[in-house]
């Protein structure tokens, strides 16, 4: 019976054996070449393009399957309708990864953040490598890589510092009393304006967070690019340290506001009192 059936169908089973090798080089040189091509487009999100050399590469693979069934005898129909039945048992039972997968179509579609960007996760930040189906690749500040499964980015909230055209950023100082207030001020205002970077069209805003006996912390708020807010920050402190120390006045420090801490009950509410009856 084997030789009957080698007899019969050996030569189309080595052919799609054959036709099926040939599929898998071809579906991965034209991954790669759609990748290479794509990334070098600049009307083409940097996003996307691993999703569209994975999705030419899967149909490339799926259409020489199915050539191959039909070259053989396969009922290709009644396969694929069993193969959506399995493909709906196997969803169900690998739940996570299907809420991967439409969370990683989510955030391609809806674009809260991009390639090369800045952002900052639930428990991640850092600047986007890349962005997969499943996951999502962040190179973090020390420069270790990533992976964050795309359900904890779709579901949870994300800081995205580099989208802003301008961000607000605040510097403390704490100084001593050696001039009035209003010089103090006027002499960090002309400091910050000189600024390059600064966003010319949104005034700085100075006042008074913390008086002292013998020093005062001012909060200077200033308008900048987002992509050079840290680049701006430390320039402008070295700026506001040796301006402020020419002008005779005291700098002991520069820093960015604390974040007050929230605050905790420390006594127990009373019970309401019981009414008469």
């Known amino acids: 019976m084997l030789e009957n059936f080698m007899a019969a169908y050996g030569y189309s089973i080595l052919m799609g054996v054959a036709g099926l090798i040939v ?14 091509t794509l990334s070098r ?6 996003t996307t393009v691993p999703l569209l050399a ?9 259409l020489a399957a199915i050539v191959v069934l039909d070259e053989i005898g396969v009922d290709v129909a009644s396969l694929i309708a069993a193969l959506g039945i399995f493909g709906f048992a196997v969803a169900i039972g690998l739940r996570p990864t299907s809420t991967n997968f439409f969370a990683g179509i989510m955030l391609l579609i809806l674009k809260p953040y991009r390639v090369g960007e800045y952002i900052e996760g639930e428990r991640v930040s850092g600047v986007v490598e890349s962005l997969h189906v ?11 890589y990533v992976t964050v499964p795309n359900v904890a980015m779709w579901s949870r909230s994300i800081k995205n510092f580099s989208r802003p055209r301008a961000r607000r950023m605040e510097i403390d100082l704490v100084v001593g009393r050696e001039l009035p207030f209003t010089e103090i001020a006027s002499g960090i205002d002309q400091i910050i304006r000189s600024e390059p970077d600064h ?3 949104i005034d700085p805003q100075i006042t008074v967070v913390e008086t002292a006996e013998d020093s005062i912390t001012i909060r200077a708020a200033i308008w900048c690019d987002a992509e050079l807010s840290w680049e701006v920050r430390k320039t402008l402190e070295e700026k506001l340290r040796e301006g402020l120390t020419a002008a005779g006045v005291t700098v002991s420090k ?17 019970p309401p009192a019981d009414e008469d009856v």
């Open 41 to 46: 487009s600049p009307y083409l999100d940097p």
């Open 199 to 201: 966003e010319s069209g």
């Open 54 to 62: 994975q999705t030419i590469r899967v149909a490339i693979i799926v």
């Open 134 to 144: 499943f996951h999502t690749v962040v190179v973090t500040d020390e420069g270790t």
């Open 254 to 270: 520069i820093q960015a506001p604390k974040k007050a801490a929230p605050k905790r009950r420390t006594t127990r509410p009373s």
């Open 23 to 36: 599929a898998l080089i071809l579906a991965s040189w034209a991954g790669k070449a759609v990748r290479g």
